[in-house]
């Protein structure tokens, strides 16, 4: 079955920068585009960009352009996000999720991994 | 960039009733339309997609409906476990876009 399981809790300092590691098992990595969203504390869901893991290519929501970075690595099946210059309201759980079978949204979901950033 | 409009922001309903969501979009998205289903301290779960079909495991009490620019999240005989924050989703551009959010709560 499909599994995506994500890197721990993180807390960083303004300023700083957070990588976020999301493992795909349970079918062929190759197949399937990921997407990360992120959910400020008591808000709603936010689309940050999506990452083919065939080819590495992405494409960012113009809010992130520029501070964040989708890297994949095929070898471990794995996805990694980067954001940088990280603020105070970038405390955030930050979700990876791949394409459902038959689409190009969101069908399964890691567990999500709180970012926190405070000084 | 899309912008998507959901409404009411919270529902109450008896249990055994029936909810209606709606979600609006500021143009066409076609039928690539999902609703998703947000429990407290959970990720999110697909339940729609392609405005009308449902994803593997849903049940048939979740039904969706709509076109181009207004779709709707119908959910039949309400239950405590039904209650959850529910968001659309537009797939159709990037950004793919989420709606703010409708909270179900059951009375």
Redesign the interface.
């Known amino acids: 079955q499909v599994q995506l399981v994500q890197s721990g809790a993180e807390v960083k300092k303004p300023g700083a920068s957070v990588k976020v590691s999301c493992k795909a098992s349970g079918y062929t990595f190759t197949g399937y585009f990921f ?1 990360w ?1 992120r959910q400020a504390p008591g808000q ?4 940050m ?2 990452i083919d893991p065939s080819d590495g290519t992405t ?1 960012y ?2 809010k992130f352009q520029g501070r964040m970075t989708m890297t994949r690595d095929a070898s471990t099946s794995t996805v990694y996000m980067d954001l940088s210059s990280l603020r105070s309201n970038d405390t955030a759980m930050y ?1 990876c999720a791949r394409d ?8 399964y ?4 991994t709180l970012v926190t950033v405070s000084s | ?1 899309v912008v998507l409009t959901q409404s009411p922001a919270t529902l109450s309903v008896s249990p055994g009733d029936r909810a209606t969501l709606s979600c609006r979009a500021s143009q066409s998205v076609g039928s ?1 339309l ?1 609703w ?1 289903q ?1 429990k407290p301290g959970q ?4 339940l729609i ?2 405005t009308s ?1 449902r ?2 495991g849903i049940p048939a009490k979740f039904s969706g409906s709509g076109s181009g620019t207004d779709f709707t999240l119908s959910i039949s005989s309400l239950q405590s476990e039904d209650s959850a924050v529910y ?1 659309c ?1 537009q ?1 159709n551009y ?8 409708t909270k179900v709560e059951i009375k």
């Open positions: 997407h969203v709603g869901l936010e689309w960009g999506i494409h929501a113009q979700y459902q079978d038959f689409g190009g949204n969101p069908g979901w890691g567990q999500g | 960039e690539n999902a998703y947000q990720a999110p779960r697909l997609y392609g079909t994803a593997t968001y989703q797939y990037w950004p793919q876009i989420f709606g703010g959010g």
